[in-house]
């Protein structure tokens, strides 16, 4: 089945800064690749997502690109604000999707 | 537009006791629905999907089960529960179709096994 890995798990930032997380995945298939913010004691949204004939996209401060050949795809969110602070999972599917496990990331003030 | 319900919200069991974990969508027909367990520090964790009535594929063996009576009502249940069942359980649907898009999860159910 697929495997998904995400990087790094916690992630802190200054307010302003511009934040990264990583995913990489191993079945050349999956062809949906999602992303969601879940706040505390919530549940996850789809902030982003991109299909695997796109190399990136962008929505205001949040981008992700995708690299296919390598199985990478990262979520790029700049200016970060307090209210980023949060988990944010990678996802790959075809079908059904795989969750990555998860990066907190904290945006201090 | 499309809600989906999710109950309990919270719950404390005993080992051994029975589960039933209900979800219901409205708003669309023939979604595909899932269960989701969110352990901590584990991700989400696919359980159960359903892509029509009476249809249920599961991801992973272990002692629960899960049943889709009617087209947007998804149930998850286990017979004894065991303290590693302890989790957020989480329901979702999607649009229907072999390709995979957003999910729209429910509020979850916080389960405590004791």
């Known amino acids: 089945g697929e495997n998904v890995e995400q990087h790094p798990s916690t992630l802190s930032v200054q307010e302003g800064d511009s934040a990264v997380i990583k995913c990489t995945y191993s079945d050349s298939a999956s062809n949906y690749f999602p992303w969601y913010k879940q706040e505390l004691g919530k549940r996850p949204q789809l902030i982003i997502d991109i299909r695997s004939n796109v190399g990136e996209k962008k929505d205001q401060r949040i981008a992700v690109t995708l690299n296919k050949t390598a199985k990478h795809f990262s979520l790029h969110i700049t200016e970060t604000q307090p209210e980023d602070s949060a988990v944010y999972f990678c996802?790959?599917?075809?079908?059904?999707?795989?969750f990555g496990k998860g990066t907190m990331l904290l945006v201090s003030p | 537009s499309q809600t989906i319900h999710q109950w309990p919200a919270t719950l404390v069991q005993p080992v051994g006791s029975p589960l039933s974990l209900e979800c219901t969508v409205e708003?669309?027909?023939?979604?595909?629905l899932y269960w989701y367990r969110q352990a901590a520090g584990r991700g989400l964790q696919l359980l159960f999907y359903s892509v029509g009535i009476g249809q249920i594929s599961s991801e992973v063996p272990q002692n629960l089960s899960a049943s889709r009576p009617q087209d947007r009502q998804f149930i998850l249940s286990s017979k004894k529960l065991l303290l590693s069942d302890s989790g957020f359980y989480l329901c979702?649907?999607?649009?229907?179709?072999?390709?995979?898009?957003?999910?729209?999860f429910g509020e979850g159910s916080r389960l405590t096994v004791l």
């Open positions: 979702a649907w999607s649009w229907g179709g072999a390709n995979t898009g957003e999910l729209f």
């Open positions: 708003g669309t027909s023939n979604p595909n």
């Open positions: 996802a790959v599917g075809y079908s059904t999707l795989t």
